[in-house]
């Protein structure tokens, strides 16, 4: 393996994945995908030797080293590739980008998740309520501002947009539409999704919406 | 509140509170404790206001702003006060040092919690047999080395020892000697709470065991 290469160990519908995916774009970094085309079953020795610890996508090599955890990777290549900087540049920025990206990573997706993997309306229900009210927490975080990061899309932008890959397959499930609860948020959506290195990335929504369907079949829920 | 001051919302005996006390020393940063001394009841005003997400130590308040969740905390102090550096010099030494802290924030303190939670022979061995073999898989991280961090006691070191403050009392409950079962990454301890930062803040084993003594009072475990 060519140790100057940047590979990214990615499985295409993984909002983690995605991450780095739009970090190394933002930063005009090439880089090769290695697919994980058999993910929920078998995973490659590639990816066993890389992420020993939890066996993930996504992993970043570079220099013939992986790195591990997408969030941990976005900083990693805002480290490695300083233009145009994602993270704010003082301490006291960072710490705020870095507590919003350990809440999202904390709550976010597996709160959605709930959604799609609720039976019966009033878990539906339930699970919707907390969903709305974390994105209510977000859109109190983005204020009146275009991006999470500021005027500029930067690092919490990334770490968010990439999981808001999944929304519109949560909105079909749990039957409701995240801009008629927020606003703001859904408007910073559509702003994130039209940009460049997110639109080129980010898989189709409906065909996240038929993998979360193969999903619910796989467990059982319909 | 003067400005310049330093200022860490505090419980004596969180392990997580114990982390930016130990950083702060090792910066030799002078700091005021303000100690939540209510905090299984009532939480101070400034608490809540500081840390409206979560209502938990530890905050530290630098230059009249909150900055929460001990990890970030940490990340925050290394980069504020730079000398001597906690975190490796290097983009990749960095994201090894934070995908081992984030191991151990999503692992470690919740696994030997259930030690002490566990209610008959069973669920204790089982909680036992959790634990032992996250200390394992931490005791391949520390290598022959004399610390996580490396040749010298670093951010690595800090994120762990801290959670370590509550191993004796973990031991106790669960009726074994991490001594038999991981003896490097025991000498590793040892050699940490010599450390003056370390000591100085530690509380006493025998008082932290108290203490989730009475946990399992109020829990109704014993």
Not at 124 to 139: D, G, H, N
Not at 170 to 179: M, T
Request: charged content about 30%; proline content about 5%.
């Amino acid at each position: 393996m060519s140790t100057d290469k940047v590979i990214l160990l990615d499985f295409w519908v993984s909002p983690f994945s995605l991450r780095p995916k739009i970090a190394l774009a933002e930063k005009s970094v090439e880089f090769e995908i290695k697919e994980e085309a058999d993910l929920l079953g078998n995973k490659s020795d590639l990816l066993l030797q890389s992420n020993p610890i939890y066996g993930k996508v996504p992993v970043l090599i570079h220099k013939g080293k992986p790195i591990c955890e997408s969030t941990i990777i976005v900083s990693y290549i805002d480290e490695t590739w300083p233009t145009p900087a994602l993270l704010p540049p003082c301490a006291y920025g960072k710490s705020t980008a870095r507590f919003w990206a350990d809440y999202i990573d904390k709550k976010l997706f597996d709160a959605g998740s709930k959604i799609w993997m609720a039976k019966g309306e009033e878990a539906i229900k339930v699970a919707k309520k907390e969903f709305i009210e974390i994105l209510k927490v977000l859109e109190g975080v983005l204020g009146e501002k275009d991006y999470c990061s500021g005027e500029s899309f930067g690092f919490l932008d990334i770490i968010t947009i990439s999981l808001a890959s999944w929304f519109y397959a949560f909105e079909q499930y749990g039957d409701f539409k995240i801009e008629d609860e927020c606003p703001k948020f859904s408007a910073w959506m559509k702003r994130c999704f039209q940009r460049e290195s997110v639109a080129k990335f980010v898989p189709e929504p409906t065909k996240v919406y038929e993998f979360v369907g193969m999903l619910r079949k796989m467990y059982g829920i319909e």
